[in-house]
């Protein structure tokens, strides 16, 4: 972590005001960077207080502060689910390389049991790791670090009273209609009873589930393709495990049981060739030639962009951004630049190439059948125009009219996805 950006998630309760703490005691000795994110959800009414509380604590112990106001969406989760997805939204933007959110043994287990009791697979049953990856806004990772996850309450408790640090208290936190306050304040009292390492033991429980988790993630790993067939071959726990790590493997959220029996339900009653289409957590699952492939959801569509000779050119609604090698006696001849604007549009429909002067000019759609590219990639591809000329294309290459002679500076286009 020497040098890192290491952001701590403040929301100004005592857990993540003692995280702050320790950071910043330990800061000198560890060499980060520190820095703290307040994310204001605006759902108390007391939000705006608890921003203005996280900005005098900063103030005061010299960290500085970003602050987030975001609007969480319930999409059928709940306040609680629509909070959480806006908050990790927030962290997703900050331009750090790792955020420490201050949950606790107590969290940990509260989260196994919660998840159990809705009835999760072996990765909800594996609770929350000490270190996990966030996707970033920018297409790279942060990583998430829960350093307390081992710690029981009352040592943070104890640490805040000892340091007699203030914080500030959420009265939702009391709320026993919410599914983890009626775990915390009416359930773990009779476990701790009966059970008094029960914390402990959950959370060693979700260490195994996380071990069994992470060798199914592994096998699914290289599979960024499944076959339909073998879906259909397996018995319906056994397919339902398959898709599971298969979504898993790509870090998508589990579905739950009711939607991931639909959705395996219709990728095993999908054609060879088929227009189906599933989104799922930013996702969509798709069926090409008897092969379930998981693709990000599209990008917004833009009309032209215009191509002058710029070594990138950034495409954001297609999603990524063409870039341009110079070459000699390959690509697009340099000279072509100065005979009229090239820019960048979507297919139409009826657009014709030439990629090899030794086969005549054919259709787009012969062409992409040809190099096996799925329908909807093919709508999604930025097309290089020259006025009407249609003059490269992915995947295929260059039309033989605008190749670059022997001995001629070129520019190859290469195109990036986000």
Sequence with gaps: MRGARLAVGLSGGIDSVVLLHLLRTLSPEFGYVLSAVHVHHGISTHADRWARFAARLCRAWRV?????????????RGVEGGARDARYEAYARLNVDALALAHHLDDQAETVLLNLLRGSGVRGASGMRAVTPLRDSRGGEIRLLRPLLDLPREAIVSYAAERELDWVEDESNRDVALARNFLRWRVAPLLAERFPEWRKLLARAATHFAEADEELRHRAASAER???????????AAARLRLREFLAAFRLRPPHARKLA???????????????????????????????MLTPR?????????????????????????????????????RLLALGEFAVRPRSGGERLQPEASRPRRSLKNLFQEQAVPPWEREQMPLLFQGARLAWVPNIGVDVSFCAP????GWTPQWHRD
């Design 262 to 292: 639909d959705m395996l339900r219709q990728v095993v009653g999908a054609a060879r060739d088929t227009r189906l289409a599933i989104e799922h957590d930013g996702a969509v699952l798709r069926v090409y030639r008897g092969v379930l």
């Design 298 to 334: 599209a990008a917004s569509r833009v009309d032209s962009v215009a191509w002058r000779g710029e070594r990138r050119l950034e495409l954001p609604g297609y999603g990524g951004e063409l870039r341009f090698r110079r070459t000699r006696g390959a690509g697009i001849d340099a």
């Design 226 to 236: 499944l076959s339909v067939r073998a879906l259909r071959e397996s018995s319906p």
């Design 64 to 76: 500085p502060l970003v602050t987030r106001r975001v609007t969480a969406r319930r999409r059928g």
């Design 406 to 409: 022997p001995g001629a500076i």
